[in-house]
């Protein structure tokens, strides 16, 4: 999954901790799975690429809203997975203010 950076098996092992999508898109999940684990960067940075990545996931939230009159992607969401979310962006903002520029997949692919 993580450490092999294999879009199915993790899209697979989010579906078996109980994520259910209503949609299947693997580009845009395979987007969304690299800026969750994207490296860090000193605050500047990250925010301009924070702004970049969630202009265009509100685009496609405004474009599924017209199209199919729902913008929500998800059916349901584990309440485990938002606790860890959580905490991967507050370790992402964390180094950002730091100023730390860190591969961050490569220190937590081998908890995954």
């Known amino acids: 999954g993580v450490p092999t950076r294999d879009t199915g098996e993790v899209l697979g092992a989010l579906e078996d ?5 209503k949609r299947f898109d693997p580009t845009e999940d395979l987007n969304n799975l690299q800026h969750l684990f994207r490296d860090t960067a000193p605050s500047a940075e990250a925010r301009e690429a924070n702004r970049r990545h969630m202009a265009g996931y509100m685009a496609k939230r405004a474009a599924d809203r ?9 059916d349901e969401i584990p309440g485990d997975l938002l606790f860890w979310v959580r ?6 903002g964390l ?9 961050y997949l490569d220190v937590v692919a081998p908890y995954a």
Not at 87 to 92: C, R, V
Not at 95 to 103: D, E, T
Request: charged share 15%.
């Open 17 to 21: 901790v109980g994520m259910h999508f």
């Open 66 to 74: 017209r199209e199919h009159g729902s913008s929500n992607p998800i």
């Open 87 to 92: 905490t991967n962006e507050l370790m992402q």
């Open 95 to 103: 180094a950002s203010q730091l100023g730390l520029r860190l591969p």
